[in-house]
C-alpha cells in the first residue's frame, strides 16, 4: 500500500528494490480516493488516465534507469486548483472560472514534470486562495482528515487534506499569508513558504503578486527539500526569480540561536498550543541550540499591514476578470452591464469583500492614509527582521493560534483572519518559513495536529530544511 511509503525516500526505495511500482502507487492513490474522498472532498478534479499511462512509463522507466531516474520519478502528488496545467480545468475554486482551461503549464509544473512526478488531481482551495479553512470556495468545503467536523485549514486546504489522507506522497500549495503554512499545522504536515522569488510564478492565478509564493506540503522535511529544489530557481518568464548561485552565504550549523518573540503570542493563542509549543523549547534546547526571548514589536503589526497590502493586489490582479478575456461572461446591454453581471455572478463573498477593501485603500482620498502607510510598515519590518537575523539564526513561532476549527465556527472574517498572526508577517518581509509539525493536542477526544514555524533570514532554505531534519524527521525516523 502506498501508506506503508509514507516519503519519497522510502517510495524511491521500494521502487528500486522492486518491492512497489508506480503502477501500483498509482491505483492505491485512486483506491483511497475512491474511499475517502467522499467524505473529505480535498478533490476537484482527478487525471485517473493520465495519471495510469504516466505509471506504466515510470514503472519501464525506473527499471531501465534505476537510481539514475529523476527525483520525483513515479511520486504521485496533487496540485492545488490555482497552478495551470495545460488541457486541465484550473478554477481557482472560483464559479469565474469553473470551465477554464489553462492553456499552457506553470513554469513549476514542466519542472515537476520534467521530474518524473505524476500529477493524480487538482486540489479544492479557498476561492482565488482567499481564506484559511476551504470553506470560502465555491464549490465544496474540504475536510480535516483527523477530524472530520474540522476544517482542514486554508487557502490550500485540499492539498493539505489529500496528503493527510494518504492519497498522495505530497501537494502542491501557494501561500500569501500562510496558505501553506497553516493548513499544513492543522493537517499534521511539513509546509514550507520559500524565499520571495525563489520559486517561479508564471502559471499561478495571482492573489498578492508581491507576496505569493508556492511550495510543497509534505510528510518530512526532506520531501520539502527535494520538491522545493525541483521546483526553485530562475525563470525567464517570472522576473522576480532569482537564481540559485546568488544566494548569500546562509550557513548551517551545529547549534543555533533561536529568537522567540514571546509577547508577540499574547494575543489571543489556544493555551493547548501554547503547552506543545512551550515543550518543544525545552527540546530544541536539549539539543544544544539556544532560545532566546526577543521583541519584533512590528511584526504584530504584520496583520494590520497585511490586510490593506493584500487586498490592494487582489483588486488590481482580479480585474482581469470582466467577462471579455477569461472565464464567465454574462450578457448585458452596455459594457458595463457586462463587467457588473459577471463580477457579481462570479465572484463570493469573501473576494468581493477584498476587492471593495483594495480599491478603497488605493482610491485617490485614501492612498496615502492606507496604502503607503502600510508599505512603510512593511519596510520597517524587514528592517527589523534584517536586523534582527544579526542577533538570532532562526526565529520560532507556533504556525497558528489554535488546532484546527470547526467548519462553520467562524461567521465574522476577522476571527478567521487572526489565524494568520504569525505567517503573514513571512509573506510581508519575503522572508522563507517552514511549518512542521510539532505534537498533537486533545480536543473532544481527537489528537488534533499543531505546527511550528521556523523563520530564516532571506535565501536561508538551507538552514530550514536543516533545522527541521533536526527537529522532526529525525525524531519520527523519517
Ligand atoms: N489566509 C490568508 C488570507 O486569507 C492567506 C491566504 C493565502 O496565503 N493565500 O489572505
Known sequence: ????????????????????????????????????????????????????????????????????????????????????????????????????????????????????????????????????????????????????????????????????????????????????????????????????????????????????????LTRSVLDAEIIHCVMAGLDPKDATTIAPDTYPDVPVKQSYTIGVPRSFFEQGIDTSVMKVFDEQLEKLAKAGHKIEDIELPLFEQGLAAYYIVMPAEVSSNLARFDGMRYGLSEDGDTLREVYGKTRATGFGAEVKRRILLGAYVLSSGYYDAYYRKAEAVRSMMRKELTDMFQKVDLVLTPSAPTPAFVVGEFSDPLSVYKQDIFTVPVNLTGVPAISVPADHVEVEGKALPVGMQFIAPHQGESRLFDIGIRAHDKIQGL
Open 1 to 216: 500500500m502506498l501508506t506503508k511509503y509514507p516519503t519519497i525516500s522510502a517510495l524511491r526505495n521500494a521502487y528500486l528494490s522492486g518491492n512497489y511500482t508506480p503502477i501500483q502507487a498509482v491505483a492505491d492513490a485512486f483506491a483511497i480516493i475512491d474511499e475517502k474522498d467522499k467524505e473529505i472532498q480535498a478533490f476537484l478534479e482527478l487525471y485517473r488516465e493520465e495519471a495510469k499511462h504516466e505509471a506504466v512509463l515510470a514503472t519501464e522507466r525506473l527499471k531501465k534507469e534505476g537510481d539514475n531516474a529523476p527525483a520525483l520519478l513515479g511520486v504521485p502528488i496533487a496540485i492545488k486548483n490555482n497552478i495551470l496545467i495545460k488541457g486541465k480545468k484550473t478554477t481557482a475554486s472560483s464559479k469565474m472560472l469553473e470551465n477554464y482551461v489553462a492553456t499552457y503549464d506553470a513554469t513549476i509544473i514542466e519542472r515537476l514534470r520534467e521530474a518524473g512526478a505524476i500529477f493524480i488531481g487538482a486540489t479544492n482551495m479557498d476561492e482565488f486562495a482567499m481564506g484559511s479553512s476551504t470553506e470560502n470556495s465555491a464549490f465544496m468545503t474540504t475536510k480535516n482528515p483527523y477530524d472530520t467536523k474540522r476544517v482542514p485549514g486554508g487557502s490550500s486546504g485540499g492539498s493539505a487534506a489529500s496528503v493527510a489522507m494518504g492519497a498522495v506522497t505530497a501537494s502542491i500549495g501557494t501561500d500569501t499569508g500562510g496558505s501553506i503554512r497553516q493548513p499544513a499545522s492543522y493537517c499534521g504536515l511539513v509546509g514550507l513558504k520559500p524565499t520571495y522569488g525563489a520559486v517561479s510564478r508564471n502559471g499561478l492565478i495571482a492573489m498578492g503578486s508581491s507576496l505569493d509564493q508556492a511550495g510543497p
